[in-house]
């Protein structure tokens, strides 16, 4: 049988360029075990979970919402997840912890697999789910009401570069204006689709969070810097850089740090990432650490605060460990001191 032309198989001839990508991923993953955190920084009642199907796919997506929220508007979040992380469950722990107190989140999938479509569809596929997503919002009952005029991001790895442009062209997507906009290591790996030269876009008035990972070996740094030095014209914005920590479990800076893993959010898809979290997408005080700074940012984000000394202190603690041990804090830099992170690299602990 004829395997392609001089003798190569065409399927694996087209998708070669993804094997540095995939084999490089599966050397980055970090270890997680489930830790001790502090509590959420907003602490409303807590509400069962309803779900919205929009179908498998590039243009299908899950609509997570608390019922029993139909008289009070709710916060709008859409979570774009990493190259080949369209499975909800990999982020299943934040997105609880996100609808329990009273969010709406939108999971669009934006891969039909680990192939395809290209890197170029990505961010069209993504605003194309969320605008789905919002029609099926208004006409399913049951489901809060939303504010139709802003909308918080969380974006990880490949997530982080479709959030921020978004975020940046709302405008020509037709999305409603950023509010807060968190990006967990994000990176396009080998490719370039889905970045911009510069994020001027991104509304003056958002909050922005940047977290990086000192032991990120996937995407590094390099588009977090990009991103936080190219945008002068926001002012209320954070850069987290999380480093290894000693304590049981210990806490890693790698990759994955985002994935909390919880089996109900499960949709049933399989592939490399799926063997990957299971092994190492716990929950860990990291994890917390991120949940409870998105809480705060979007409470900050309508107002004119910004971080006072009580709410640093807050948000630069991580608990202790399960041996009753205080972990270290985290190092968050903000305002003139985050000004450019752009040279020297920003120390750890």
């Not at 065409?10 to 993953?29: D, E, Q, T």
């Not at 020509?172 to 509010?179: A, M, S, V």
């Not at 290591?185 to 990086?212: E, H, K, Q």
């Not at 914005?237 to 049981?248: F, H, I, T």
Request: glycine share 12%; net charge negative.
């Amino acid at each position: 049988m004829d395997s392609g032309v001089g003798g190569r198989n065409p399927f694996l001839v087209r998708y070669l360029w993804l094997l540095p990508f995939l084999l490089f991923s599966l050397l980055a993953i970090p270890l997680k075990a489930p830790g001790e955190g502090l509590a959420p920084f907003s602490n409303p009642a807590s509400y069962e979970i309803g779900i919205i199907d929009g179908g498998e796919g590039r243009q299908g997506f899950r609509v997570y919402y608390p019922i029993g929220l139909e008289e009070e508007k709710s916060d709008l979040v859409v979570f774009l997840h990493g190259y080949g992380g369209y499975n909800p469950m990999f982020y299943g722990g934040w997105i609880r912890h996100l609808v329990e107190n009273g969010r709406v989140v939108i999971f669009p999938y934006y891969q039909d697999n680990l192939f395809q479509p290209g890197p170029d569809s990505f961010v069209p596929l993504s605003a194309l789910a969320i605008h789905r997503a919002l029609e099926l919002l208004s006409r399913t009952e049951g489901t809060p009401p939303v504010d139709p005029s802003r909308i918080d991001y969380i974006g990880h790895s490949y997530g982080g570069a479709i959030a921020a442009h978004l975020a940046a062209r709302s405008a020509y997507f037709r999305l409603p204006e950023p509010g807060a906009i968190l990006l967990a290591m994000p990176g396009t790996g080998i490719f370039s689709a889905g970045r911009l030269s510069g994020y001027s876009g991104i509304p003056s008035d958002a909050v922005l969070g940047v977290v990086v990972g000192n032991d990120d070996r996937v995407v590094g740094d390099e588009l977090g810097r990009h991103i936080f030095d190219s945008t002068p014209q926001v002012e209320r914005k954070l850069w987290v850089n999380l480093a290894s920590m000693e304590g049981d479990p210990q806490l890693t800076g790698g990759h994955n740090i985002p994935c909390s893993r919880d089996g109900w959010f499960d949709n049933k898809v399989r592939n490399y990432n799926y063997a990957k979290t299971i092994f190492a997408g716990g929950t860990d005080a990291y994890d917390r650490a991120l949940w409870r700074l998105f809480d705060w940012m979007q409470e900050v984000r309508e107002t004119d605060d910004w971080l006072e000394q009580e709410s640093l202190s807050r948000l630069e603690q991580l608990g202790e460990d399960n041996n009753g041990r205080p972990y270290g804090k985290l190092r968050i830099l903000t305002g003139k001191a985050a000004s450019s992170v752009g040279g020297d690299p920003v120390p750890g602990y």
